[in-house]
C-alpha cells in the first residue's frame, strides 16, 4: 500500500463513522460521534495491518489475514454489549450497539479497499437510523392511539 492509499482508507473510515456517529450523537446517545469515528477508524487499521503482514510473509509462513479481522468482530461485540441497559421489561443501546458493530465492518471494508461496499453500507446504516427511526416513531404514535380508543 502507498502513503496515499494509507491515508484515504483512513480518512474515508473518519468520514463514514463520523456520520453514523453524528447521528447517534445527535439523539444523545452514549456512543457517539467519536465512538463510531474510533471504531471504524480502529478497524480500518486492524484491516490494513492484517494485509500488510499478509504481504510481508505471504510465502514464507502460512498467513490469513481474516483472522485479526474475525478478532475485530467479537472485540465489538463486547464493546456493543456495553452500550445496552435494561431497566425493567425495557432494553435500550440494542440500535447503538449494532451500529458500532455495522460501522466496524465499514472500517474492516475500507482497510482491505472494498470502497464502494464501505460506502453503500455507510448510507443505508444512516438510513435505517434516520428515515426508519422516524417511521417507528409515526407507527409508534398511531398504535398508541388505537390502543386509547
Known amino acids: 500500500m502507498t502513503g496515499f492509499?494509507?491515508?484515504?482508507?483512513?480518512?474515508?473510515?473518519?468520514?463514514?463513522?463520523?456520520?453514523?456517529?453524528?447521528?447517534?450523537?445527535s439523539r444523545g446517545r452514549a456512543a457517539g460521534f467519536r465512538t463510531h469515528i474510533l471504531v471504524c477508524l480502529g478497524s480500518t487499521l486492524i484491516m490494513m495491518t492484517?494485509?500488510?503482514?499478509?504481504?510481508?510473509?505471504s510465502g514464507i509462513a502460512v498467513v490469513d489475514p481474516a483472522r485479526i479481522a474475525?478478532?475485530?468482530?467479537?472485540?465489538?461485540?463486547?464493546?456493543?454489549a456495553g452500550t445496552i441497559m435494561r431497566s425493567g421489561s425495557t432494553?435500550?443501546?440494542l440500535t447503538t450497539a449494532a451500529s458500532l458493530w455495522a460501522v466496524a465492518g465499514i472500517g474492516l471494508a475500507v482497510g482491505c479497499g472494498f470502497?464502494?461496499?464501505?460506502?453503500?453500507?455507510?448510507?443505508?446504516v444512516f438510513v435505517?437510523?434516520?428515515?426508519l427511526s422516524k417511521m417507528e416513531e409515526a407507527?409508534?404514535?398511531?398504535?398508541?392511539?388505537?390502543?386509547e380508543v
Do not use: D, M, N, P
Request: hydrophobic share 60%; glycine share 14%; aromatic share 10%.
Open 5 to 25: 492509499q494509507i491515508l484515504a482508507r483512513l480518512l474515508l473510515a473518519t468520514l463514514l463513522g463520523g456520520v453514523i456517529g453524528f447521528e447517534r450523537g
Open 115 to 124: 470502497y464502494f461496499a464501505a460506502l453503500v453500507s455507510a448510507v443505508l
Open 139 to 147: 407507527f409508534a404514535i398511531k398504535g398508541q392511539k388505537k390502543k
Open 50 to 57: 492484517s494485509i500488510h503482514i499478509f504481504e510481508i510473509y
Open 70 to 80: 474475525a478478532q475485530v468482530v467479537t472485540g465489538i461485540g463486547f464493546l456493543g
Open 91 to 93: 432494553v435500550k443501546g
Open 128 to 131: 435505517v437510523l434516520v428515515v
